[in-house]
């Protein structure tokens, strides 16, 4: 009896130039992960880390991935959320969680060092096809993969080149790359509140990247997007691009195989830091300088330090490390009854939290609490030093200003800054 037979297009999964993976995509609807036998069998020294799993789970690339409709969380948090993944599906003229399509589209430009590319008819290894047994692949170039669209009007969030003191958007024409958000058309001021709260992380001891205020005239190739009537964007500099060129990331919900819509949950900030712990090549440095954000969070009244604001980086392809701080803004303003992104040992409220919350959360972690209060104390008196004097001097919007040092005023004694 013959099988039917099933459409199917595939894309092939490079990392640092080395064959990962293949997803094998089915008109059915099913994607299908298998990794390449070669890079399985490569000695675990020398075979690049693709996702801390395989690290933690020695199985892990034995075992193909199918999905139905979306692709692996291992691959999907790498493709954009919101307003953006909706503009790039219609413009594709597919469904919005029809994720093949999307990654093949942006296969050369996501995060990180992973990059997809499309595997021509008659390519795709046999490997690759082992896994649907109910129907007789026929293999068809990938639709998707060099469809040509401008995204003008939605993106919020660019990735620039900084060349001869200018931005230019969306290119890659030197190693000086950096994330530009523009003004929110929704809320006013969050360029300047975001700059102000990650000044004031740096001087509380949090690792930045390098940030700036950029005039948006300073930028190249803007798209003629509706813009609020404010002077700067918010600039920061690309931890996974150098001068060698892509440095392998990995956010937290992908290092827990969860996809961005449980981004706020599932997770709570001790198994995040006992992950940590277990895992960084330099376990100790990093749980402390998670302990550190997770206090600025609190002490910033920053209600979005979800999953996939906490992020490895694989500097040297092996071994994971916490990657700067990014992603910080005083939401409380913009966001009635703000509280913490993740649970922190049974709470999300700011005013709660005190210093024996993080022993508890410590010891869920499993990290001794001797190496973590000096952190925390030294993050208090960097903070009641410097801080009020700082926000008056950085641009964040007076209102805000008023709102964060209420903020302050509202915290446990422990915490308290004025």
Aim: glycine fraction near 6%.
């Amino acid at each position: 009896m013959s099988r039917q037979i099933e459409k199917v297009e595939g894309l092939n999964i490079q990392l640092h130039g080395i064959d990962v993976a293949v997803i094998a995509h089915y008109a059915g609807g099913k994607n299908i992960l298998t990794f390449d036998p070669e890079f399985v069998s490569m000695p675990a020294d020398k075979r690049p880390v693709f996702t801390l799993r395989q690290l933690r789970d020695p199985d892990y690339l034995s075992k193909p991935q199918i999905r139905t409709d979306k692709i692996p969380p291992v691959l999907s948090n790498l493709l954009p959320e919101g307003a953006l993944r909706e503009l790039t599906a219609k413009a594709l003229q597919c469904h919005v969680n029809n994720e093949f399509s999307i990654l093949a589209y942006l296969g050369a430009n996501l995060p990180g060092a992973i990059i997809a590319k499309p595997i021509k008819a008659g390519d795709l290894p046999a490997w690759a096809l082992e896994q649907r047994l109910s129907t007789e692949p026929q293999q068809i170039n990938v639709k998707h993969a060099d469809t040509k669209f401008s995204l003008a009007g939605v993106q919020m969030k660019f990735s620039s080149s900084h060349l001869d003191g200018r931005y230019h958007i969306d290119q890659e024409i030197s190693d000086d790359m950096w994330i530009i958000k523009t003004p929110s058309t929704v809320h006013k001021g969050v360029p300047v509140n975001e700059y102000t709260c990650m000044r004031l992380a740096e001087a509380a001891g949090a690792d930045i990247p390098e940030i700036r205020l950029i005039k948006l005239n300073e930028l190249e190739g803007l798209p003629s997007i509706k813009l609020p009537d404010e002077q700067y964007a918010y600039g920061i500099k690309r931890f996974d691009r150098n001068e060698k060129g892509r440095i392998h990331t990995e956010d937290f919900a992908q290092v827990f195989g969860l996809y961005p819509s449980d981004k706020y949950q599932r997770v709570n900030y001790e198994q995040l830091g006992r992950v940590l712990y277990q895992s960084s090549s330099e376990r100790l440095k990093d749980i402390q300088q998670m302990a550190r954000r997770l206090l600025i969070n609190i002490l910033l009244g920053n209600g979005d330090a979800h999953l996939k604001n906490w992020t490895l980086i694989y500097s040297d392809a092996y071994s994971p490390r916490l990657s700067p701080l990014y992603d910080v803004v005083f939401t409380s303003p913009y966001i009635e009854n703000d509280s913490l992104a993740l649970n922190m040992v049974g709470t999300k409220q700011w005013s709660e939290i005190t210093m024996k919350h993080f022993e508890l959360w410590a010891e869920k972690a499993g990290v001794p609490w001797v190496a973590i209060k000096p952190h925390l104390i030294d993050v208090m008196n960097l903070a009641r030093k410097n801080w009020p004097e700082m926000l008056q001097e950085l641009p964040m919007d007076t209102e805000h200003k008023d709102a964060l040092k209420k903020h302050w005023k509202r915290l446990d004694i422990d915490f308290k800054l004025e």
